[in-house]
């Protein structure tokens, strides 16, 4: 979404009053994600990820692969866009 011309700001960040400039500039470390805001991404490798220590999983959140604490949901790191997922 960041791409498009205008930049758009995901759905569910515009529901909670993101801005576009806070989407594109923001730094979202340190944010405790809603579980229902995001996508477990188990298959790590297929993407080349490297596996994470216990504790930590990948996840999408908002078309963004990020880090996430297991039991918080605290992200830790984001990683990459992640423009499509493929079946």
Request: one cysteine or more; proline letters at 8%; charged letters at 30%.
């Amino acid at each position: 979404m960041a791409k498009k011309n205008p930049p758009c700001v995901p759905p569910g960040q515009a529901k909670k009053g993101v801005t576009t400039d806070q989407w594109l500039n923001g730094d979202r470390t340190g944010d405790v994600i809603d579980r229902s805001d995001l996508i477990y991404l188990d298959d790590f490798v297929r993407y080349d990820l490297p596996p994470l220590p216990y504790g930590q999983r990948y996840a999408v959140v908002d078309d963004r692969i990020v880090v996430i604490e297991a039991e918080s949901y605290k992200i830790l790191q984001l990683i990459r866009i992640f423009t499509a997922m493929d079946n």
